[in-house]
């Protein structure tokens, strides 16, 4: 896990102050908007929602156990995404318009047969894919109020900053140069390459 071993890019916040007893009221929150699975048989693309830091598939919290010994909040955000890319699903409505036509013993189907055959392959693709997983690590420090999240990319910050408001009602103030050059229009990869550079020295050597 990045932010344990210490070897990640991430983006900072600073939070307001906690109240006390928070963590109470945080397990609750927390649990009230854990993640959920995608139900393939539904129209839903992208789910969200909070899993422990220790197991992806796990969402319960507890008081006694939030916060670690160092004084740390750690779970994860994890957003799952169930879409059929617009090649594959054109190339099985496209070999299923064929057999149907087959079948039917006719040149073409009408436009709202084949509307309405593209919403059922659409179906059938959702039901035999997987969504993809995506886990993004925080770190919330309860004495400083500093949030750390595993990512740079803008869709990745967007929504935890909108799942973090909205689930524990506290709004994040961005911190950080990472942030500032990503506000300013520096794209991601131009941002990841800059973690990669390494240090120049401008002074003189004295031999």
């Not at 318009?97 to 047969?113: G, P, Q, Y």
């Not at 997987?130 to 910050?157: H, I, Y």
């Amino acid at each position: 896990m990045g932010i344990v071993a210490g070897t990640v890019s991430y983006l900072r916040f600073v939070s307001a102050d906690l109240p006390d007893g928070f963590e109470v009221r945080f397990c609750d929150a927390l649990n009230n908007h854990a993640f959920h699975e995608i139900d393939a048989h539904s129209d839903v693309e992208l789910q969200r929602g909070w899993v422990r830091f220790d197991d992806a598939f796990e969402a319960n919290f507890e008081p006694p156990t939030l916060v670690d010994s160092g004084g740390h909040m750690l779970f994860r955000l994890r957003i799952d995404t169930l879409r059929i890319p617009n090649t594959t699903l054109k190339a099985w409505t496209t070999r299923e318009d064929r057999e149907r036509c087959v079948k039917l013993n006719r040149d073409k189907l009408s436009k709202k047969e084949r509307d309405q055959l593209k919403l059922e392959v659409k179906k059938k693709l959702r039901l035999r894919s997987l969504p993809k997983m995506q886990l993004v690590e925080v770190d919330w420090n309860v004495s400083t109020g500093e949030v750390r999240l595993a990512a740079t990319s803008k869709a990745v910050a967007g929504q935890f900053i909108d799942a973090f408001e909205k689930t524990f009602e506290i709004k994040l103030d961005p911190v950080g140069l990472l942030k500032v050059l990503w506000l300013r229009g520096l794209k991601d990869d131009e941002i990841d390459a800059l973690a990669l550079l390494e240090p120049e020295r401008f002074h003189l050597i004295r031999r």
